[in-house]
């Protein structure tokens, strides 16, 4: 079974601060590549952070939350986080984790097949 299983959403107030969570199991653990993505309702689901699986890590940021976000992963608790900082309401959405392949030098995705529930965050002014 794929699970991917995402936490720490909430609501915060303009320049404060979430980590969030993504838990893979099953077939997920074996993908190349976690990535965070965010949905406002109506809108499209864009990328904000991508980091591969392997020993080098390689790291991607979306321009929007670059400087104000780091991801991370533990290899042993099969867990990727999401820190944000400096939130702003314009990071509102509803938060998914994925897995699958990506080119962190650029920023492109594939095979994004399995996907998680989503964690809301809300961020007021």
């Known amino acids: 079974e794929v699970l991917l299983v995402e936490s720490g959403g909430g609501s915060v107030q303009a320049g404060g601060s979430l980590r969030l969570s993504c838990v893979a199991s099953?077939?997920?653990?074996?993908?190349?590549?976690i990535g965070w993505f965010r949905q406002v309702p109506g809108g499209l689901r864009t990328g904000v952070a991508l980091?591969?699986?392997?020993?080098?890590?390689?790291?991607y940021y979306d321009p929007l939350v670059k400087g104000r976000a780091t991801i991370t992963r533990d290899a042993a608790e099969n867990t990727v986080y999401l820190q944000m900082n400096g939130l702003k309401p314009e990071d509102s959405a509803t938060y998914y984790c994925?897995?699958?392949?990506?080119?962190?030098?650029?920023?492109?995705?594939?095979?994004?097949?399995?996907w998680g529930k989503g964690t809301r965050v809300t961020i007021s002014s």
């Open positions: 994925a897995s699958g392949y990506c080119v962190p030098e650029t920023g492109e995705i594939y095979g994004m097949n399995y």
């Open positions: 099953g077939y997920a653990r074996e993908s190349k590549c």
């Open positions: 980091i591969t699986t392997d020993d080098r890590r390689r790291i």
